[in-house]
């Protein structure tokens, strides 16, 4: 059973234009939640985390936002940066121990 | 400083044979968690480990088992190799375990292919 689902696979977005990147969730007992990149043969890498007692958390670039009544969050990227072209997962979990992931968006951001 | 290193990068094995995937965590770090990733898929939790005790285990056949060092270095051993294991394993580690105990920090996988 797939507890958190990403259900858009791919995603364009112009430079400078914003990426709204979304994930939904089932567990009502899903309580923290993060945001991972990934490039080709790498690993994933962090990008930001909300906890269920804060709506929203910014870093820089990037903003998520949690819905805990619709068991949805998305992750805002403005501006979008060719850079930022990559997979993203989003990911959920009980108290930050075992997590839970999504099947991931590809991101192209076009120059 | 370092991350999480993970060895072999990449390998292949034959069906009914067995492998063993190695991780160094972060230093300081004293909890690792091991996922795999199927192509087109997100990763899947396999088991974490604290201090040196396994302290999750996901929904994986026996075949899978693993243990951390006093280093707090891990081993994921899987047994009798289906054709369905051939995925990314990856390795992740953190400072702690429990509550929200962080981001998990991900070492590059290592690819193994069953044939």
């Known amino acids: 059973d797939q507890q958190v689902k990403q259900n858009s696979p791919s995603l364009s977005v112009q430079e400078g234009r914003i990426s709204i990147l979304n994930c939904d969730y089932t567990?009502?007992?899903?309580?923290?939640f993060l945001w991972y990149k990934k490039y080709p043969a790498e690993g994933p890498t962090f990008l930001i985390s909300?906890?269920?007692?804060?709506d929203k958390n910014e870093d820089g670039r990037f903003t998520v936002f949690l819905n805990k009544s619709a068991k949805h969050l998305s992750l805002h990227i403005v501006p979008s940066q060719p850079g930022d072209s990559a997979v993203y997962f989003c990911?959920?979990?009980?108290?930050?121990?075992?997590?839970?992931f999504g099947t991931g968006t590809s991101l192209t951001v076009i120059p | 400083d370092a991350g999480v290193t993970q060895s072999p990068t990449h390998l292949i094995k034959t069906r009914g044979q067995q492998v063993t995937l190695r991780c160094s965590p972060i230093?300081?770090?004293?909890?690792v968690s091991w996922y795999q990733q199927v192509l087109g898929q997100g990763p899947q939790f396999i088991f974490q480990y604290y201090e040196k005790e396994e302290r999750g285990r996901g929904n994986f056949p026996d075949r899978f088992s693993a243990r951390q060092f006093p280093n707090y270095s891990s081993e994921l051993n899987v047994n009798a190799l289906l054709l369905g294991d051939s995925a990314l394993y990856l390795c992740?580690?953190?400072?702690?375990?429990?509550?929200?105990?962080?981001?998990?920090?991900f070492g590059e996988g290592s690819r193994l292919t069953v044939l």
């Open positions: 909300i906890s269920s007692i804060k």
């Open positions: 992740a580690s953190s400072l702690t375990a429990g509550a929200y105990s962080g981001e998990l920090f």
């Open positions: 567990n009502s007992m899903f309580d923290y």
């Open positions: 990911a959920a979990s009980v108290t930050g121990n075992q997590f839970y």
């Open positions: 230093s300081g770090h004293k909890s």
